[in-house]
């Protein structure tokens, strides 16, 4: 079997697993050591979605010929997540404000009404 990070090889022995989803944990288990998090996967060609991949893993792992892993640093994840957290932030800052001031323009002061005949 062939099996490529980001089209790098990575040398597991599949003998020594029994289904295709073991040898995935230890891949799993060797990227978190490096600090990365596994974001795709295909296996022979196929795109594993997280629906999918139960069936994909009790597969018997030298039935498979090739598995591409796609992994990104998990450090750079968690600064894309905190980026769009505070784009969404300042979007709702932005819309609270406007909101704000729309509400303060449509409120009535002291001297509506005090010229109208009573």
Known sequence: MRITVNGAPLALDEKERGTLGELLAEADDILDRAGAVIVSL?????????????????????????????????????????ETLLELLAIAKRTAEDTAAEDTAAEPTANDGADAPG
């Open 42 to 82: 295909k296996v022979d060609g196929e795109e594993v979605d997280a629906e999918g991949y139960a069936g994909f893993a009790e597969r018997r792992a030298a039935s498979v010929g090739s598995v591409e892993i796609r992994a990104e640093n998990a450090t750079a994840i968690r600064v894309r997540a905190l």
